[in-house]
């Protein structure tokens, strides 16, 4: 069997043919079916733009992603420059950087409680009030009053 080889512009008019054929039974279909055409057209389009300018950047980008076991890094294309164990301590500093910030944000709340709960202990050991004073219910309004009062 041999095969002759075909024209674009046959190729054009026999998708276009194609296309209104199409057209014309796409209002006769389930909702499902329209939608999973929709997705495989998107495919499709998105899959020939790639064939179309992937020999127009075969190796000019400077970065492009590269999949390998199952994950994708940003690599340049020949290969990677730095060493693995490199790769690994760099990827890991942002970690290493969040962990001690958080740590920072415990100490310095904790550290802020405590001296809340010391200025409270201090002004009642050095106020002058009877010791009566400290099961009136008006207590914490009176010290609400002067720590406002005093800047």
Partial sequence: MTTTPVSVNEQERFARALTAHLSEAHAQLPYVVTERLRAARVQAVSQRKRELVAPLHQSS???ELQTAGGTATLGSGEGQGAPLWLRRVLTALPLLAL?????????????????????IDAELLTSALPPAAYTDPGFLQF????AQATP
């Fill in 61 to 63: 980008s400077a970065l």
């Fill in 99 to 119: 962990a001690i910030g958080v740590v920072t944000i415990s100490v310095q709340e904790e550290h802020r409680a405590t001296v809340g709960v010391a200025e």
């Fill in 143 to 146: 010290l609400q009053t002067n």
